[in-house]
């Protein structure tokens, strides 16, 4: 019989790979700094199913430079502000459920309307930062 996983995606992300498997990725205090580094590949062709709780707004823009996201709303409400670089769009999400679909090459940023927890499925080659 093959191994069925359960888990939480707040400490257990999974990355979708190219050919069509996932893998389970443990977050410890190290993720971040091992993902950073490569030591968990290059993500390239893959996505990263990951879900967060907030209840301030980013402190910083993510751009994606090698694929979309999706942004799923759990609970509460956010509002996005995405930046194609010839202006900014604000798009609220309030109803659980409620997605938005953020392309490749567009900068985003979150703003907190309450505590929130949304689902992220992410291209998360290249991702670039810069502050809000």
Known sequence: MKTINSSELSTTYVRLRANATAEL?????????RI??????SF???????????????PMWEMHPHGD????????EVTFMMDDGNEIKVVPLTESTSYILVPKDVWHTAKTNTACRILLITAGEGTQHRNA
């Not at 996201?69 to 509460?76: A, K, M, P, R, Y």
Request: glycine content about 8%; hydrophobic content about 40%; aromatic content about 16%.
């Open 25 to 33: 990725l443990p977050v410890d205090a190290s993720f971040w700094e």
């Open 69 to 76: 996201e999706i942004v799923c709303l759990l609970s509460g």
């Open 36 to 41: 950073s580094s490569g030591a968990l590949g």
């Open 44 to 58: 390239h062709n893959e996505y990263m199913v990951s879900c967060y709780s907030f209840t301030s707004d980013w």
